[in-house]
């Protein structure tokens, strides 16, 4: 099992739609917790953080699910600026415990 | 601010040949990572650096070098280069006590 899994996508949605995608992450030690944005042949980008009481930045939604071990995102009226991968992110406390997940594609059609 | 920067952005290579990649940061972060990243696998750590002359191995070390003389570079190299290292390679960095990590532009790299 892998330690972070992502629905691959892709998610093909139109314009102004809300889309909600999970990730679930398997080690409960884990302390943070993030999204980031990757564009088609560029680099991952975070998107925002994700905090236990859930957080919202804009049309976007982050929330933290520790019993279940899920984050999830919700975009809402969603743009056709939004289409890209979304990769899931989880780390614990060592240097090098930072995984990410493989990432959900999500298109949007005008 | 320039951030990360990775230098080459394309390398064709034969199998065989050896390169280096390098990476240069000038936020004065702590860390250095090197991925690569390949269709449906994410990106896997290759190697990381908790400051200026100490590196580590990561999920999938074999066949790749580095080394961290200086804080804002770290370098990549590959000694003899195979197709299965055909890849886009991406360096971050994070300061301390952050895990948030900001990523190079990549290197597109072909092993043919």
């Known amino acids: 099992r892998k330690e972070v899994e992502q629905d691959p996508g892709p998610f093909n949605v139109p314009e102004g739609a809300t889309v909600a995608f999970n990730c679930t992450y398997s080690?409960?030690?884990?302390?943070?917790f993030f999204w980031y944005r990757q564009d088609c042949r560029k680099e991952p980008k975070l998107l925002m953080s994700v905090y236990s009481s859930g957080n919202e930045d804009g049309r976007f939604t982050a929330q933290l699910n520790r019993a279940s071990q899920y984050i999830s995102l919700l975009i809402r009226d969603s743009k056709l600026s939004d289409s890209a991968t979304y990769l899931c992110?989880?780390?614990?406390?060592?240097?090098?415990?930072?995984?990410f997940g493989s990432g959900t594609r999500l298109s949007i059609r005008p | 601010n320039a951030g990360v920067t990775q230098t080459p952005k394309f390398r064709v290579l034969k199998t065989g040949q050896s390169m280096t990649l390098l990476c240069a940061q000038d936020?004065?972060?702590?860390?250095m990572y090197w991925y690569r990243q390949d269709p449906g696998m994410g990106l896997r750590l290759i190697h990381y650096?908790?400051?200026?002359?100490?590196?580590a191995k990561g999920e999938v070390p074999d066949g790749y070098n580095v080394s961290r003389l200086k804080k804002q570079n770290f370098l990549l190299g590959l000694e003899s280069a195979a197709p299965s290292q055909t890849s886009v390679y991406f360096c971050?960095?994070?300061?301390?006590?952050?895990?948030?990590?900001?990523f190079g532009a990549g290197t597109r790299l072909s092993v043919l």
């Open positions: 971050a960095s994070r300061i301390d006590g952050e895990n948030i990590q900001y």
């Open positions: 080690n409960s030690a884990s302390q943070s």
């Open positions: 936020m004065n972060h702590e860390y």
């Open positions: 992110v989880v780390s614990g406390s060592s240097a090098s415990k930072i995984i």
């Open positions: 650096s908790v400051g200026e002359g100490t590196t």
